[in-house]
């Protein structure tokens, strides 16, 4: 079963807009981790962060974690045509087996 | 796509028929994984490996089997294929447990 939920299931923003994406999961974890894929390719690992952060900055995304609510939101800042993708997050559970736990993702739209 | 390959990257087979998705690493990392992605249950985690012949099931692994004799590769045989098998198949690799994985270009398998 799918640990995390993302929301929304699909976003559509005008170029230069912020986008928010949400994602929220069920168990405790050791990691809460976000992915982008573009049509046809596999995923890319974005950021990684741990169950003792709360906010993680690379470049124009910005990821904050709050477990008390288990949940996790993407930021994206000044978006581009180019961040037109999908954005999973996984979990890592602390009881879990070796593996992530992914959502069934959000499906961003960036118009020109 | 951080040392990874999959082959083949297209294939069409007939139901009945085996089929084996090979997948390589040159990252020498020690946990490898299958998904399959399909419209409307985002990534479902197939079979992974967290070692030389060292195996486990993941949450849709009936009908598939995996072998993993080296490091680098790791192999995914559908035993007798039927349709409802058409898919993505996307292989990742990952240094850790539970930590960053890195997807491989993905695999496109029609079964008629």
């Known amino acids: 079963s799918q640990q995390g939920e993302e929301d929304p299931q699909a976003l559509s923003i005008q170029e230069g807009e912020n986008a928010t994406m949400n994602c929220s999961y069920k168990t405790s974890i050791n990691n809460l981790q976000w992915y982008r894929q573009n049509s046809g390719r596999g995923l890319v690992h974005l950021i990684l962060i741990r169950s003792n952060e709360r906010e993680k900055h690379s470049g124009r995304l910005r990821v904050t974690l709050d477990t008390s609510k288990k949940s996790s939101s993407l930021l994206i800042t000044a978006s581009r045509a180019a961040d037109t993708a999908s954005y999973f997050c996984a979990t890592g559970e602390i009881q879990g087996a070796q593996k992530l736990v992914f959502g069934q993702g959000t499906r961003l739209t960036i118009n020109p | 796509d951080a040392g990874i390959t999959q082959s083949p990257r297209h294939k069409v087979t007939e139901t009945g028929t085996p089929v084996t998705l090979r997948c390589h690493q040159t990252e020498n990392h020690r946990y490898m994984y299958w998904y399959r992605q399909d419209p409307g249950h985002g990534l479902r985690l197939i079979h992974y490996?967290?070692?030389?012949?060292?195996?486990d099931k993941g949450e849709v692994s009936d009908g598939y089997s995996v072998s993993r004799s080296k490091t680098e590769d790791f192999l995914l045989t559908l035993e007798s294929a039927t349709s409802s098998q058409t898919s993505v198949y996307f292989c990742a690799i990952s240094e850790r447990d539970r930590e960053t994985q890195y997807f491989g270009p993905g695999t496109r398998l029609l079964v008629l």
């Open positions: 490996s967290y070692g030389v012949k060292d195996t």
